[in-house]
């Protein structure tokens, strides 16, 4: 009995131990702004009172929510938007970025530079893609355009002028970049056990049969990981809006983050407090987003 | 076949419409993610940089402007720098609570998942106040020790999930081995855990320093000395000081993205080799 | 053991961090050391000389300042690397832990409503008034940048002078008044028709900028839009014929006039109508009198190249001339350091250096005391004596408005150029710019 108790105590001074830097340095960075945007969704915060954020009081504690789902149309187009390119993401990154990494995983002549050159535009910066994709759009100097004229002549497409266009011109310029996640599951796939392959094949199974019934199933946890990072890199979505199409045309293009920048910093009115509001909203949504997800790939893991 | 088996660096077979397939989504990868930046490249020689052809006489007048005027290297030193030492720590800091959490079951465990799933939402306009204030308050402000210590904080989420996911594939026979051995729950971790985890650390590693390296609205902020600034502020600045000269501008962008590509390849070997490493024990 | 490694690279981070934080107070203490009262002048001309040449003048000109008065008082000078954006962002910053810039040039950001809400900057009206030569300096800027409350938190040396330009060479080619000759808003038209006609493309546009300095211009036209101009930011309906007008005017006479090809997405890096022009492919630029200075060598020919005035329908001439935000002091500091930012504001759009600024091709002066026929003697280079003209003819406009962002506010700035695509491709029709314009002044309050 008691030494068992000794243990106990031991194994909860570990788990604390271990826990207590990560936890310290979330209090530190994360604590405080996370009370703040939650109280100041709140309250009336703006230019007009920059640094003394004033609470509305109870008659009025949720005009910013109400405001901003009935009057600000800029407010709702960037949720639906944001709520798009999430679903965007899992329905083309993932899957796309599973199918590379298997394809990949077969090791067939070039795979590793195959695998470096998906890499690339995930690990240059995003100014420098956002700046790439805005010269590729132009109408002046870009592609998009000529070759648009090549197979309809005079059609003299300007993507980013065009409110419907705009919006895939954004998604594009990221959606089909996944190579960190491709990495991501290619690490998964090499440390499955190749005995469980070698039974497989002595079994008769076709490659197709292996990666779908073996690999598949075994890359679960990971491709819920990558859904997560990716799904939230889809609702968080910022630089390539304010590199490519700043928003517009006619704030077409917002995103939840967008929004929050350009309501906050982006305007004279200096709207914390409707900002804060959308980051409340963003941060409910993460957290939902992470939960289903987690959820559908059932990344349960016991002791 | 046997002989493929043994040697893991060759293709796995299959027919011959697979092997077509297999060709034919990597011609695809290659030309969706070399092409933007391989069209920047060649337009970086143009007068008037654009359309589809080649150009028809070779200007290096960018190049020329940014090796000659712009102290590149210092602003590569610093990213370096911050990058790396971010990295690892924040690696350091999350794997003990990953493993944790992973590997034990105790109260409030959901709870530091849901800790660590928040910051993956916080808008960095609402971080960045409170942020720039504890900096200036522990007197940090435009210091590379300064950002060191927030990047150590940013990416942990995504350092979290992965690491978490990572541990939670461990055999658990690995741990108990090692507890009949008499090693003491760090003992366990360290010698036992942290070798297995390798490729799980390298594949973490790998996306923080990518994150890191990448960080802009930070940098920005925190940053004001140029000898201190890091790449992505450089191509920042670049933007503004080019947006009137293209051919300069393209070629900014190919000096800023070129080294990185280069680093990442050469990295990405010893991942590699560390990936197999893994897998030979896991 | 491997917890060990944890800690030491943790106490080595922390070590790093202190000394450089060590480093960094040392660095701070040495700057005002010697006793004499010491203010820090931060502006944004970060660029070097080769990139853009006007800023290495622009920080000559503060050294001087600094250099004449070393043995008074220590005036640093600091160039933000983020120039005037990122002093702004600063300064927002700052402000949110209770800092302020001793002074700064916020270039055109405005952060006076908030810094002045947190009563972190001074009046500086008393001092304009008490000095008749300070206030001739600044111009428009003490009756455009007095508060509700009558006072000046900002004043500048520089003022967004805007007209436009032309390209002479082609508009003879085409066999279109030049618009020197312009009586009404009706040659405008028939000019850009005879353009079309030749196959010249009239204007190269965008969804922000250029596109906004034609509506202000065509704002001008006669008394009735003039007074809701003039309302700006007290507007509270855009539902108004003469505003209705203008958008007709835009969409009809201006957007559908141009192909895609010139019609750019707008934003900081959308410079093609620029290059649009100074490589001879348009015939009017919309952009203020500084991009004379991109105007060097260029395609189209320099000496093709004109300063024009905008017509109205009465007869007169219109410009666009706005000051903005610029000096901003802290109210923290004390009477003889704020005396000190005065002296330098005053140094700053004096005569002597207004002159330098017009001559050096730098931008344009809302000081009342240069004498611009003189300035045009002394410059040599083309583009500086296109600077000068340009100038020279934007101070003879019978009319000089605010320009649009300024005149609005940079919101329904914003709001307004969305439109022009849609206006531009005809699936919005001005109704909806209207009723949407609204609906975001609405969701604003």
Redesign the interface.
Known sequence: MKKKKSRLNKRTGFILYFLMPAILLYLIIYAYPLINIFFTSFCEWNSKNFVAPRFLGWDHVFDNYRKIFTVDANFQRALINSIKWVILTMLIQIPWSVLVALVLSKRERGWRMTRNAFVIPNIISTAAIGLIFLNLYSPARGIVTEICNKIVPGSNVSVLANEKWAFWGVTFSFVLFGGSSCLLLMTQIFSIDPGIYEAAKVDGASSLQIDTRITLPLLRPMIGTVSVIAANYGLLLYNEIALISGGGPDNSTYSLSFYIYKTALGSQKLNFARANTAGVIQIFLGILLVGCINRLFHTKDGE | MSKR?KN????????RG??I???F??LL??I???Y??L??FI?SFKK?????SLPDEWIFDGYV?IFT?LDIQTYFINSFIITI?ST??SV???A??A??V?????FGRAL?T??????????S??????????L?D???K?????V???Y???G???T???L??YF??IP?EMEEAAKIDGC???GT??RII?PIAK??LA?AG??AF?NN??E?YFA??LL?S?EK?T???L???F??????N?NG??SA?IV??VP??VI??LL?ETF?KS??A??VK? | MKNKVFSSILALAMTVSFVSAAGQTVLAADDGGDGLPSVTFTHGYYHDESEWAPAAEMRKIYQEFADMHKDEFTFNIVADQGGAEGIYNTALNDLSSGDFYDIADFGGWDITEAAAGAGAIMDLKPYLDADDDLKAGVGVCYDQNMTADGKIYSVREQVEGVGFWYNEALFKEAGAETPDMWKSWADFDAAVDKLVAAGISPFSMNAGWPTNILAAGYSQRDEASREFYAKGREIESFDDETFRQTTGFMQKNVLEKIDAAHFGPGGDDDNQYMLDFTSGDSAMLFNGVWAAGDFTDCEAGIENLKPALFPTDDGKKAGLLSGGCGYVVSDKLSDEQKEICVEFIKYMTSPEIAGRIVENGIGMVPSTAVDYEAAAGTVESPAGKLLVEACRTLNTADIKALGWGNNFGGDVEGEYQNKYAGLKDGSKSVDDVIKELDQALEAAQ
């Open positions: 088996k893991g660096e060759h293709s796995e077979g299959g027919s697979a092997k397939f297999r060709y989504i990597m990868v290659m969706v993610s070399v933007p930046i069209w920047v337009s008037n940089p654009g359309g589809l402007t005027k030492i690892v720590i350091a800091i999350v003990m609570a493993y944790v992973a590997r034990m079951k105790f530091v849901l800790m660590f799933s928040t910051t993956l939402f916080i808008p306009v609402s971080i960045s106040f409170p942020i720039y204030r504890l200036g522990l007197g940090l435009d210091t590379r020790a300064g060191i210590f927030i150590s904080g940013l942990i989420a995504v979290y999930f992965i978490q996911s939670s594939t658990k003491g729950y760090t971790f360290v942290l490729p799980g594949t790998i996306m990518l390296w990448n802009f920005s902020i004001k140029p600034m790449i992505p502020a191509l920042g600045q933007t503004s000081a080019y947006s009137k293209l501008m393209f962008i800023a993205v990185t590509i990442f390849c990405s590699v990936l197999t893994g897998a896991g």
